[in-house]
């Protein structure tokens, strides 16, 4: 190690290669790989990390580090993990440390500290001393009143009294200040609930984690047991085990699912040792909960998918829950990660168990599991008294004909509805479109009102009365007339959103109370939390929302839940669609009647005999795993093949498409064999925020070569600047 005088060291800020940097001999024995570093770079110091060091370097004298920030900064595994993702995902190093170093890291913002106030003396002596400084000195009576009050030392800013006073009281010896470090835990109350006796189903599947971890190699589980039946009292008794033997745990759950009812639920059993690691802390409180991990303080973590890479010390358990939601891809951005993919390889690279649960898993990890990869855990019944929904497919055609126009609910619904809310009961209405209507068209000449900016419709919003953009947020007033036939025709509005379906359901019921939860309700911080406190605290009878509503919440008191428009799913041309379906009418089943009261889920569609369908409704996941593995069989799709979506984006449509066609042709020349590359087409939003978008997908039998032959590919030619491509290893989505 010490004859490394050099460290090639990867700035934070985009630079794509390596800069080699001499090792000042004080930092020699402490430099390692993954140290986080200051460095001059020409005049102005950066911030970066040790990728490799070496004895000497090609180029001539070196600048010397300045500055060693962290000799710890990413562990080996760490380590490792950036570089598979890299490979993997097609994704620069630079980019991919991104991910491993999140704000609070690259910023070095400092745990946070606070003074508390206590007294120095006994209550008696600060009683008399209170006494005497009243009228002449009242703020430092007033300092010891409160003090006196308090059932515990305050925070100095607490208690909102003048400094100086409390400074002239420490002087006098009558109070003492004490510095406290912010740990980033929480300090909410919460009432503790013991370890619950296992089911027989529970008690197998634990028995198989705690093997593993006791072995302490790597292993997946796949949990596959239906809504209800206690995979998170695994979780929590596989969490107790991992900390019986000194390892600490990471739990991810989708981002909508972090909520303080899900935090509850294991502080009621582990107490506060717990970091929850979310976006609305502040950068300080991460920095704290982060360093908490680090040092093992604290062992386990909670968090939404950037939680994945935490550096929880000693890792010996990794639970991903409701492993199939697509929150824990990252689509948008490279790397294009799947946190259970990138869990699983984690998994690998620390020793550790990996835990994936789900109710519907995907066909990608059932698929592994039958082929013994992962081990299968199943759970086939609820835990408590509580049976299954009962479901029924509703034709809405007969239901239109019946009203005799257009309606959002079958007759079965709303007198569902009624007797639900006359029992006191609760009912969710899910309906994936948000807004009021969906479109403003012309009635003459079809024009249809768009957005400037991106290709799409806008939706008119009853609230703020507005036509809004989906895609970009451009708000437009509505159209009086139509712009192309000016005057002679009427604009008309066509299809649905949420709004509408609350606003026609308080026509109807009058006296039914409603909530709505979308992305429009939903904007403001904590409001989504909000929604949810208000309806569990049953201050409306009816919970009206987008798929958001369906995810991993628990209201005791749902019995009904109404699928609106249950084929809007099926219309996407993606090979997932059925599977997204299957989902989410199982998410939906969750939700109805958890507790002692029977439930009942109306699934409306205009395709009753639809072979999904009745699979769905019965909950029978095998036999619709088997029928969709037959067809992504014939296909060709995965978890037959595996896949590539890359996409062009550029300000000029032509260009952009020139450029696409150019990359692809030179792909299809040097790509292995066995890959297929698919004909490139305008991406499923073809314009967003001025970008024309062009992509293509290529089939492939293994990601690793043709990842390998996209970089070569990548490094051989720089894209024109205003051409951004991004490369979208395993896509979740291969429409938009
Ligand atoms: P899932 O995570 O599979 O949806 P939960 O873990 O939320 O299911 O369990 C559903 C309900 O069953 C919860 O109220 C939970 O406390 C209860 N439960 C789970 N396991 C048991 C058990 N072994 N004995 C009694 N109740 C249980
Ligand atoms: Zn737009």
Request: hydrophobic share 35%.
């Given at each position: 190690?010490?004859?490394?005088?050099?460290?090639?060291?990867?700035?934070?800020?985009?630079?794509?290669?390596?800069?080699?940097?001499?090792?000042?001999?004080?930092?020699?024995?402490?430099?390692?790989?993954?140290?986080?570093?200051?460095?001059?770079?020409?005049?102005?110091?950066?911030?970066?990390?040790?990728?490799?060091?070496?004895?000497?370097?090609?180029?001539?004298?070196?600048?010397?580090?300045?500055?060693?920030?962290?000799?710890?900064?990413?562990?080996?595994?760490?380590?490792?993990?950036?570089?598979?993702?890299?490979?993997?995902?097609?994704?620069?190093?630079?980019?991919?440390?991104?991910?491993?170093?999140?704000?609070?890291?690259?910023?070095?913002?400092?745990?946070?500290?606070?003074?508390?106030?206590?007294?120095?003396?006994?209550?008696?002596?600060?009683?008399?001393?209170?006494?005497?400084?009243?009228?002449?000195?009242?703020?430092?009576?007033?300092?010891?009143?409160?003090?006196?009050?308090?059932?515990?030392?305050?925070?100095?800013?607490?208690?909102?009294?003048?400094?100086?006073?409390?400074?002239?009281?420490?002087?006098?010896?009558?109070?003492?200040?004490?510095?406290?470090?912010?740990?980033?835990?929480?300090?909410?109350?919460?009432?503790?609930?013991?370890?619950?006796?296992?089911?027989?189903?529970?008690?197998?599947?634990?028995?198989?984690?705690?093997?593993?971890?006791?072995?302490?190699?790597?292993?997946?589980?796949?949990?596959?047991?239906v809504t209800?039946?206690?995979?998170?009292?695994?979780?929590?008794?596989?969490?107790?085990?991992?900390?019986?033997?000194?390892?600490?745990?990471?739990?991810?759950?989708?981002?909508i699912?972090?909520?303080?009812?899900?935090?509850?639920?294991?502080?009621?059993?582990?107490?506060?040792?717990?970091?929850?690691?979310?976006?609305?802390?502040?950068?300080?409180?991460?920095?704290?909960?982060?360093?908490?991990?680090?040092?093992?303080?604290?062992?386990?973590?909670?968090?939404?998918?950037?939680?994945?890479?935490?550096?929880?010390?000693?890792?010996?358990?990794?639970?991903?829950?409701e492993?199939h939601d697509s929150?824990?891809?990252?689509?948008?951005?490279?790397?294009?990660?799947?946190?259970?993919?990138?869990?699983?390889?984690?998994?690998?690279?620390?020793?550790?168990?990996?835990?994936?649960?789900s109710a519907t898993?995907s066909l990608?990890?059932?698929?592994?599991?039958?082929?013994?990869?992962?081990?299968?855990?199943?759970?086939?019944?609820?835990?408590?008294?509580?049976?299954q929904p009962t479901m029924r497919i509703i034709d809405m055609k007969q239901a239109l004909d019946k009203a005799?126009?257009f309606t959002h609910f079958c007759p079965e619904l709303l007198e569902g509805i009624?007797?639900r809310?006359?029992?006191?009961?609760q009912t969710l209405l899910l309906l994936n479109r948000r807004g009021?209507r969906r479109?403003?068209?012309?009635?003459?000449?079809?024009?249809?009102?768009?957005?400037?900016?991106?290709?799409?419709?806008?939706t008119?919003?009853?609230?703020?009365?507005?036509?809004?953009?989906?895609?970009?947020?451009?708000?437009?007033?509505?159209?009086?007339?139509?712009?192309?036939?000016?005057?002679?025709?009427?604009?008309?509005?066509r299809g649905f959103g949420t709004e509408h379906v609350e606003?026609s359901l308080?026509?109807?019921?009058?006296?039914?109370?409603?909530?709505r939860m979308d992305r429009?309700?939903?904007?403001?911080?904590?409001?989504?939390?909000?929604?949810?406190?208000?309806?569990?605290?049953?201050?409306?009878?009816v919970l009206i929302g987008t798929q958001m509503i369906a995810k991993g919440f628990?209201f005791?008191?749902v019995t009904l839940v109404g699928i609106l428009n249950a084929d809007a799913q099926l219309q996407i041309p993606d090979f997932r669609s059925a599977e997204s379906l299957f989902q989410l009418i199982a998410q939906a089943s969750g939700r109805a009647g958890?507790?002692?009261?029977?439930g009942e889920v109306i699934l409306q569609t205009f395709l009753p005999h639809h072979p999904l369908l009745p699979l769905a409704a019965s909950q029978n996941y095998?036999a619709f795993y088997?029928r969709e593995?037959?067809e992504?069989?014939?296909?060709?799709?995965?978890?037959?093949?595996?896949?590539?979506?890359?996409?062009?984006?550029?300000?000029?449509?032509?260009?952009?498409?020139?450029?696409?066609?150019?990359?692809?042709?030179?792909?299809?020349?040097?790509?292995?064999?066995?890959?297929?590359?698919?004909?490139?087409?305008?991406?499923g939003?073809?314009?967003?925020?001025?970008?024309?978008?062009?992509?293509?997908?290529?089939?492939?039998?293994?990601?690793?070569?043709?990842?390998?032959?996209?970089?070569?590919?990548?490094?051989?030619?720089?894209?024109?600047?205003?051409?951004?491509?991004?490369?979208?290893?395993?896509?979740t989505a291969?429409f938009f």
């Open positions: 190690m010490s004859e490394n005088r050099v460290a090639a060291v990867l700035l934070d800020r985009s630079l794509e290669k390596h800069l080699d940097y001499e090792i000042p001999s004080e930092m020699q024995a402490r430099i390692q790989v993954g140290s986080r570093v200051e460095v001059f770079v020409r005049k102005a110091l950066c911030k970066g990390t040790v990728a490799i060091l070496k004895k000497a370097s090609t180029f001539g004298t070196l600048r010397p580090l300045h500055r060693l920030i962290e000799e710890h900064g990413l562990s080996d595994p760490l380590w490792q993990l950036a570089h598979w993702m890299s490979r993997y995902y097609c994704c620069p190093l630079q980019r991919t440390l991104k991910c491993l170093t999140p704000p609070n890291v690259r910023r070095e913002v400092k745990q946070k500290t606070r003074l508390t106030v206590s007294l120095a003396v006994t209550r008696e002596e600060a009683l008399d001393l209170c006494r005497k400084l009243q009228g002449k000195q009242s703020a430092q009576a007033l300092v010891l009143e409160k003090l006196l009050k308090a059932e515990r030392p305050p925070c100095l800013k607490d208690l909102e009294v003048s400094r100086s006073s409390v400074d002239t009281l420490v002087k006098k010896g009558a109070v003492r200040l004490i510095e406290i470090q912010e740990n980033g835990l929480d300090d909410a109350e919460f009432f503790p609930s013991p370890p619950k006796i296992l089911n027989g189903e529970q008690a197998a599947c634990l028995t198989e984690i705690q093997k593993s971890l006791d072995a302490g190699v790597f292993q997946t589980h796949l949990l596959f047991g209800g039946s206690g995979k998170t009292e695994v979780y929590l008794q596989a969490i107790q085990h991992a900390l019986s033997l000194g390892k600490s745990a990471l739990l991810l759950v989708p981002e699912a972090l909520t303080s009812q899900t935090i509850e639920r294991f502080r009621a059993r582990f107490g506060l040792k717990l970091a929850i690691l979310h976006h609305r802390k502040s950068l300080g409180e991460r920095s704290a909960a982060w360093e908490s991990l680090k040092s093992g303080e604290v062992k386990i973590a909670i968090g939404a998918r950037s939680a994945l890479f935490c550096p929880a010390k000693n890792l010996g358990l990794i639970i991903i829950d492993e929150s824990y891809k990252q689509n948008e951005e490279m790397p294009t990660y799947h946190a259970r993919d990138v869990a699983v390889m984690r998994g690998k690279l620390e020793k550790a168990t990996v835990l994936l649960g898993p990608d990890s059932y698929a592994n599991a039958l082929a013994g990869k992962y081990r299968l855990g199943v759970l086939s019944t609820r835990a408590t008294l509580a049976a005799g126009g009624e007797e809310t006359a029992k006191g009961e009021y479109m403003q068209i012309c009635s003459e000449c079809r024009y249809i009102a768009k957005c400037p900016h991106c290709d799409l419709s806008l008119y919003h009853k609230e703020p009365n507005l036509l809004r953009c989906h895609l970009c947020d451009y708000q437009a007033q509505l159209l009086r007339e139509c712009p192309s036939c000016r005057g002679h025709s009427q604009m008309e509005f606003r308080r026509a109807l019921f009058p006296h039914i109370r409603t909530l429009d309700t939903t904007r403001k911080k904590e409001s989504h939390e909000e929604l949810f406190k208000q309806f569990r605290a049953h201050k409306a009878d628990h005791p008191c958890r507790s002692d009261l029977k095998t088997e593995m037959e992504r069989k014939q296909f060709s799709f995965p978890p037959f093949s595996r896949l590539i979506k890359i996409v062009f984006s550029g300000p000029d449509e032509k260009e952009t498409n020139r450029i696409a066609d150019a990359f692809r042709a030179g792909l299809i020349q040097s790509a292995p064999p066995d890959a297929e590359i698919l004909p490139m087409l305008p991406a939003h073809p314009k967003i925020k001025e970008r024309y978008r062009f992509q293509f997908l290529i089939k492939t039998k293994a990601i690793l070569p043709m990842a390998d032959r996209l970089e070569q590919l990548r490094q051989k030619g720089p894209l024109p600047k205003n051409i951004h491509m991004l490369i979208d290893v395993d896509p291969t």
